[in-house]
């Protein structure tokens, strides 16, 4: 079994059909190394089934109005209306997700097994496009996530996504440049200083759940700079993609430039994972904004 790079060099498909993936071990070194080399894993025949009735809560009814999917973590289920049973069967859901996609990265990152942490599931029923309060939120535009509320203090965001939709459409994806050009890029436009004082003030009035450290500060004036920048956005160096239903897909979302044009209907997990569980941790943007910046950003 082997992996093939597909027609754009940011996406490499792995022929995967099974969560618990026995054939992982012969596609190990390639898809680690490209994961951390900011590449998309594409698993094309990777799907999640759902019973009728788990098919019957593909609605964006079920999301609570104020907010923008269903959330699973080990603080319990968040942002449905769902009750009673269908309640349960949204939980149900989400907790199957978790446990299929954690055998998948268990079977092809061992290495990470015992460092991932933060999990967080989510259930996205609403079109892309029908829910985006301000520019900021729209990932209709290219960009590197990073959380306001959660500084990662270099740690990075390990995300897996597949797609549910019932009807046969793709979520269609941009996919950018490498981490490291983008960060090029963008570096110019990230002068707003870094005031140690102010993170610390937002630790201690509970806007951020930890300090924010000049890594953190960074990572949101890259997600802005990348969201406000037009011409970009338009004519940029990106690749489209189609991830049709049925199909899984992973990433690094702090790494990989990407965009999410339209579709319906998605799971998707994320991990926080430290650099520390990292085979190339040169490659983590941390190290490249440090090398580029010529000192650390870790400081407190
Ligand atoms: C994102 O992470 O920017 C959005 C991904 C998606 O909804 O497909
Ligand atoms: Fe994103």
Redesign the pocket.
Known sequence: MSATASSHDSLLELPLRDWRAPEAAALSAQALRALEQGQVLHFPHLGFALSPEERVLLDPKYTDPKRKNISLTPKGLAGTVAAGAARERVQGILQRYLDSTSALLDALFPGYRDARHGPATSL?LHA?GTWHPSWRKD?RLL?V?AFPSRPLHGERILRV?TNINPNGEP?T?RVGEPFETAARRYLPAMSKPWRPWLAGLMHRVGITKQRRTEYDHLMLQMHDAMKRDAHYQQQGDWAQVDFMPGSTWVCF?DQVS???MS?QF?LEQTWQLPLTALSYAELAPVRVLEKLKGRGLLAA
Do not use: E, L, T
């Open positions: 996205r892309i990932d960009h996530d996504f979520r994806w979302s990407h965009a999410a579709g998605m």
